[in-house]
């Protein structure tokens, strides 16, 4: 079931690293600007300073914590593509599960399990909604007449 091309297995944790370095530069760095902005002392001018500042200082970590998020993720997904010798959706909810437990590792059994929980839920969810998007758009190009009319009778 492939939905969509993807990279082959060794370059894939590089494209998906960068790509959440970048989701996470983005996302963290707009998150940091209204923040930094809401905490800064009245004034445009103060504002704006304490705006750029928040985003030069936390955007960087925002986006390298995706992107350790996302080239682990991709380095369990990769070896289970080896492991199983097939590339389904268990795959992305199990490197989903792994990835949470180890990145929870430091904080203990208890945390590790509760983070893995999470992020197989959350994979599971996603990869959920993919599979029903791709079933809804290929039933949209299966019926040629959306609205149910019999056309039988029409002559051209």
Sequence with gaps: MEEYMREPCPWRI??????AFTMGIIGGGVFQAVKGFRNAPAGVGHRLRGSMSAVRIRAPQIGGSFAVWG??????????????????PWNSITSG??????????????????????????????????????????QQFQNPNPFGEDTSHMTH
């Design 97 to 138: 599960a792994l990835t949470g437990a180890v990145l929870a590792s430091r904080s203990g059994p208890l945390a590790m399990v509760g983070s893995a929980l999470m992020g197989g839920i959350l994979l599971a969810l996603i990869e959920g909604v993919g599979i029903l998007l791709t079933r809804y758009t290929a």
């Design 71 to 88: 080239g682990l993720f991709s380095t369990i997904d990769c070896g289970l593509v080896r492991l199983r010798g097939k590339e389904d």
């Design 14 to 19: 590089v494209d998906d690293c960068g790509g």
